[in-house]
């Protein structure tokens, strides 16, 4: 007969933490099968539990590592992820799933999600509070991310059913995006930074051109050229205003 000591008790309880710890699988899934499993989990994603979701979805990948389910699982948990607003996790997913699987033929909704996910990026938790930020007022390299990922869905999956709406979230980036640039050059002019102004205005001319923003951007470029007294790309730059924008208001404050 084995007597037990109170010394004793401690080993007990550290196999007692062994053993809970070799199943694989975490309590609440009873899933015998990978179509089970994922339904478990897309139960808890549409019902909103999208931590438990994602728990849920990385269990089903982890027993069930082969397969459509798995697969999908991946983009509903990079969905969960962008619906808990958490911007690197989600882009994370998305850059793993496209990784892993180029040629899937929901890749085209990997980036779309991706590209949303750095769109709506939150500038700081502490003013979440807050209405949401213009887009020409968020960090720039969230929304020049946006931009490039949403081009690439344009570019690349022309026939894809988010191509429409990529599109429409470009003209919106690149208006967000020629407005940064004319901020930042209107601060230089203030600080009496001429030529980080017209850098900056140059900008706009260069990448986004198309933008409404190309009238201001000119005028700025005339106004620092001035202020430097560089006399022949005033005027040239002030001719192409004209010809361009022959009825701009800038050339009315002369």
């Not at 196999?15 to 139960?43: F, I, M, R, W």
């Not at 909103?48 to 979805?57: H, L, Q, V, W």
């Not at 730059?237 to 800038?250: G, H, I, K, M, Q």
Request: proline share 5%; glycine share 2%.
């Amino acid at each position: 007969m084995v007597k037990f000591t109170l010394r004793s008790v401690p080993v007990l309880l550290a196999l007692c933490a062994l053993c809970s710890c070799s199943d694989p699988v975490k309590p609440g899934s009873t899933a015998k099968d990978p179509q089970s499993a994922y339904d478990e989990a897309k139960a808890l994603l549409d019902n909103g539990s999208y931590e438990s979701a994602i728990t849920a979805y990385e269990q089903l990948e982890a027993r069930f590592p082969y397969g459509r389910q798995a697969q999908q699982g991946q983009l509903d948990t990079a969905y969960a992820h962008y619906r808990l607003r958490d911007t690197e996790s989600t882009v994370a997913d998305c850059d793993r799933f496209i990784r892993l699987h180029p040629n899937h033929p929901n890749v085209d909704y990997a980036y779309y999600l991706k590209a949303l996910a750095y769109e709506n990026a939150k500038a700081d938790d502490w003013f979440e509070f807050l209405p949401q930020q213009p887009l020409s007022e968020r960090d720039a390299q969230a929304v020049s991310n946006a931009f490039e990922t949403f081009k690439t869905i344009v570019t690349r999956y022309p026939q894809s059913k988010y191509t429409p709406d990529s599109r429409e979230h470009l003209e919106k980036l690149l208006e967000a995006l020629a407005t940064h640039e004319l901020n930042a050059a209107r601060y230089y002019l203030k600080r009496r930074a001429p030529l980080a102004a017209v850098n900056r205005a140059q900008n706009v001319i260069r990448k986004y051109s198309t933008s409404q923003g190309t009238e201001e951007a000119l005028a700025l470029m005339v106004q620092g050229y001035d202020t430097m007294h560089m006399d022949t790309l005033r005027d040239d730059t002030e001719r192409v205003l004209r010809a361009s924008y022959p009825d701009s208001r800038f050339l009315a404050r002369k």
